[in-house]
């Protein structure tokens, strides 16, 4: 893991590689968050259990809740297309993640950049 300040936010980065992350591992991404005084959480889309892009499994909730309800933001970073395109109720939630203000589905770093400095 490592941290990037951009803009005023401290962005706690997860490597590429890794475990995957359930919804059993956002406890640990918020304990993560704050022990580096983060206030953004980068995950890479490679990173998140498949479950996470069937809504009806409930992963992708748990996770997005638990982020939020400590007040951090969480950004995917990645090509969800493949997953958007199987599933019109994910297609639609990442719509209307991206038009909010705590959880953001961009396509790489350079767009996270984007929207955390704009």
């Known amino acids: 893991m490592q941290v990037q300040v951009i803009g ?5 980065v997860l490597p590429r590689t890794g475990p995957s992350l359930g919804a ?5 991404l ?5 022990g580096y005084d983060a206030s953004v959480v980068a995950v890479p ?12 499994s409930g992963v992708a909730g748990e996770i997005t809740q638990k982020l939020v309800n400590y007040r951090l933001h969480l ?17 639609a939630f990442v719509v209307e993640s991206n038009r909010g203000r705590h959880v953001w589905f961009v396509a790489d ?3 996270l950049t984007e929207r955390l400095a704009g």
């Not at 918020?30 to 704050?34: F, K, M, S, T």
């Not at 889309?45 to 009806?56: G, H, N």
């Open 24 to 28: 059993s591992e956002a406890n640990d």
């Open 30 to 34: 918020v304990g993560d968050a704050w």
């Open 45 to 56: 889309v490679e990173r998140l259990d498949p479950a996470f892009f069937q809504l009806s």
């Open 8 to 12: 005023d936010h401290r962005v706690l």
């Open 75 to 91: 950004a995917v970073v990645g090509d969800v297309s493949e997953h958007v395109a199987a599933s019109d109720a994910l297609r």
């Open 109 to 111: 770093d350079d767009e």
